[in-house]
Nanobody, 124 residues
Framework: QLVQSGGGLVKPGGSLRLACHSP????????VAWFRQAPGKEREGFSC????????YYGDSVKGRFTISRDNAKNAVYLQMNDLKAGDTGVYYC???????????????????WGQGIQVTVSS
């Protein structure tokens, strides 16, 4: 239901921009969150944006380095990742849910529509 793009291999300190599109439906009334799953670990939410973009959440591990944004005219949400570290390596997922507030860390069980996941590898 959601289509992701933009992952890849980057050196420490580098940048990547992930995109999450919803070709099949309008996300105007959906909050969208980003999750990542490192090898051997559980999927963890770290960022979220409300339907109008006026409310955002960032986990401590990404605050100041990552920026979430959205363009509702394009049914798209973006994640700009700067100053990437080896610990950022993992599979990244976007997810959408209606009537969800982004006041705290997003939890996987609260989101019903998911992207396919995309690999981000930070390595020298």
């Amino acid at each position: 239901q959601l289509v992701q793009s933009g992952g890849g291999l980057v050196k420490p300190g580098g940048s990547l921009r992930l995109a999450c599109h919803s070709p099949g439906f309008s996300t105007d009334y959906y909050s969208v969150a980003w999750f990542r799953q490192a090898p051997g670990k559980e999927r963890e939410g770290f960022s979220c944006i409300s339907p109008t973009g006026d409310n955002t959440y960032y986990g401590d591990s990404v605050k100041g380095r990552f920026t979430i944004s959205r363009d509702n005219a394009k049914n798209a949400v973006y994640l700009q990742m700067n100053d990437l570290k080896a610990g950022d390596t993992g599979v990244y997922y976007c997810a959408a849910e209606g009537y969800y507030t982004c006041y705290s860390r997003p939890l996987p069980g609260n989101f019903g529509s998911w992207g396919q996941g995309i690999q981000v590898t930070v390595s020298s």
